[in-house]
């Protein structure tokens, strides 16, 4: 597919392309990728690949069983 860049330098994505992609309005996260450019959706910043998986991390103390019971509790009140 080609499309075009205009004195700007912005290149207009194809509505199919950008519905396919999951793209949406907002910030883009730019990458050089040898001797192109790719396109990412930004992920948020607690969001790591450990092992080839996404995972979400926290920063502070971990939760035990015993504080999320009292959450639990506290939340059917």
């Given at each position: 597919?080609?499309?075009?860049?205009?004195?700007?330098?912005r290149?207009?994505l194809?509505?199919?392309?950008?519905?396919?992609?999951?793209?949406?309005?907002?910030?883009?996260?730019?990458?050089?990728?040898?001797?192109?450019?790719?396109?990412?959706m930004?992920?948020?910043?607690?969001?790591?690949?450990?092992?080839?998986?996404?995972?979400?991390?926290?920063?502070?103390?971990?939760?035990?069983?015993?504080?999320?019971?009292?959450?639990?509790?506290?939340?059917?009140?």
């Amino acid at each position: 597919m080609r499309s075009t860049m205009d004195k700007a330098g912005r290149v207009v994505l194809p509505a199919a392309i950008r519905d396919s992609l999951g793209f949406r309005p907002g910030p883009i996260d730019i990458v050089v990728d040898g001797t192109g450019v790719r396109l990412e959706m930004p992920t948020a910043d607690n969001v790591e690949e450990q092992d080839g998986r996404l995972v979400i991390t926290a920063e502070g103390p971990s939760l035990t069983a015993d504080d999320i019971r009292k959450l639990r509790v506290a939340d059917q009140r």
